[in-house]
Structures are given as structure tokens and as C-alpha cells.
């Protein structure tokens, strides 16, 4: 299976935001950051917060930040939200589809795969490797808040 550039974008914006969970981050910093469009970037992430995986403020000081800890953020379920097709093969237009054995060999792969990424929350992902902040585009230091 290959995953769309969708998830892979969700994913990337649940990492970034998963090493300091309680901070609001702009989305062009993450953008910035990942060298990638913010147009594209927006969708995704309207999309994640409207399936309740991230909460948004608006406004001078808004951004988006995790709307549940990393440890309550399954990593199947995320996948299953930003993926629309899990079929490996296109089976439905093929005339021995209903006797093929190959199809429930495919399902029972796809079903194995999901079960992995089910296995893991976001904070179980941030904890295999060491922080990555040094391999992103450098961005901009935050303004401060002036009095």
C-alpha cells in the first residue's frame, strides 16, 4: 500500500506539533519548516481539526495546536480518516473477482497493516527516534508578545 500525500502531510503536522503539544503554531511555520505548500497544508489541517485530531484558534495570536494529548492520537485512526481507498488491487472490475483466493490473501495483508498502525499512538511515534527539529527548514524565531 501506498499512502497518499494527504496523510503523509497529516502525519507530518501531527509530528511537529506532537514535540510541544501545548503550543499554538502558526501553519506557515510548519510549511516553512517543511518546505511545502501552505495552500495545501491548509486543507489538510482543516480537515484534521474538524475530526476533532487538532484544535484551531483564530485571530493575531491563534494557530493550531494537538486537541488531545499524543498518547490519545492513534496512528490507524488517522490513516483511516485521510485514506479513502484501501483496496491494494482493483479487484471490482475483475471477471474472476468471486473465485480468486488472491483477494482474501490481499484483505487479510491490508487488515495486518492496519493492525500495526493501530498499535501505536503519536506519542509512541515521537518516542522511537530522537528529536528531528535539526532536520527541518530553519523558521523564523517567534515573535514575543509585547506589552
Known amino acids: ?3 497518499t500525500r494527504y496523510t503523509d502531510y497529516a502525519m507530518r503536522v501531527l509530528l511537529y506539533l506532537g514535540r510541544e503539544p501545548e503550543r499554538l503554531c502558526p501553519i ?19 480537515d484534521l481539526v ?35 481507498d484501501f483496496d491494494l488491487v482493483g479487484c471490482g472490475n475483475c471477471i474472476i473477482a468471486p473465485a480468486c483466493g488472491l ?9 495486518g497493516f ?3 498502525l493501530d498499535g501505536y499512538s503519536l506519542a509512541d511515534v515521537l518516542a522511537r527516534r530522537p528529536d528531528f527539529s535539526y532536520l527541518l527548514n530553519p523558521v523564523a524565531p517567534r515573535e514575543t508578545a509585547r506589552s
Open 114 to 116: 492496519m493492525a500495526v
Open 103 to 111: 483477494t482474501s490473501v490481499l484483505d487479510e495483508a491490508m487488515a
Open 28 to 46: 506557515g511555520e510548519i510549511a516553512q519548516a517543511y518546505g511545502i505548500s501552505q495552500n495545501h497544508l491548509m486543507k489538510v489541517i482543516n
Open 1 to 3: 500500500m501506498r499512502l
Open 50 to 84: 474538524n475530526a476533532g485530531f487538532l484544535a484551531s484558534l483564530r485571530g493575531r495570536n491563534g494557530g493550531i495546536r494537538l486537541a488531545r494529548p499524543p498518547a490519545e492520537i492513534n496512528i490507524g485512526a488517522l490513516v483511516r480518516h485521510t485514506e479513502d
